[in-house]
């Protein structure tokens, strides 16, 4: 992994990391095993994909804030992950306030971040 690709990651993770969702989780954990009654290994897992989740969000919202307006197809190139599960986090992040639809390019509509 070069450079560039390590502080794009960092910031990525910067993003996620910082975020109210991930601050909620972390900090109900305990009241979550203990009324949702899960066991170690089910809150681990559940901790383990909420985080990975939160990661893609913040390398997607990293390359709308260094790139600007992207499209789904751009975002799937420049973030390595699949069209649909880019356009997913981005439905999550429209009903959360971090991205909009800022216009269209060719027959894409284009994401920024809010």
């Known amino acids: 992994m070069g ?19 991930v601050r909620w989780l972390l900090g109900r954990t305990r009241h979550i095993a203990e009324v949702g009654k899960l066991k170690p290994v089910e809150l681990q897992e559940l901790l ?4 990975a989740e939160e990661l893609e969000r913040g390398l997607i919202l990293s390359e709308l804030k260094a790139r600007g307006p992207l499209t789904v197809p751009e975002l799937s190139e420049a973030t390595g992950l699949p069209g649909k599960r880019v356009m997913w986090h981005l439905i999550c992040m429209m009903k959360d306030g971090r991205v909009a639809i800022s216009g269209k390019k060719e027959d894409y509509y284009t994401f920024s971040a809010a």
């Open 3 to 21: 450079k560039p690709e390590l502080k794009a990651k960092l910031r990525a993770a910067e993003l996620a990391f910082s975020g109210e969702r």
């Open 48 to 51: 383990r994909s909420m985080l």
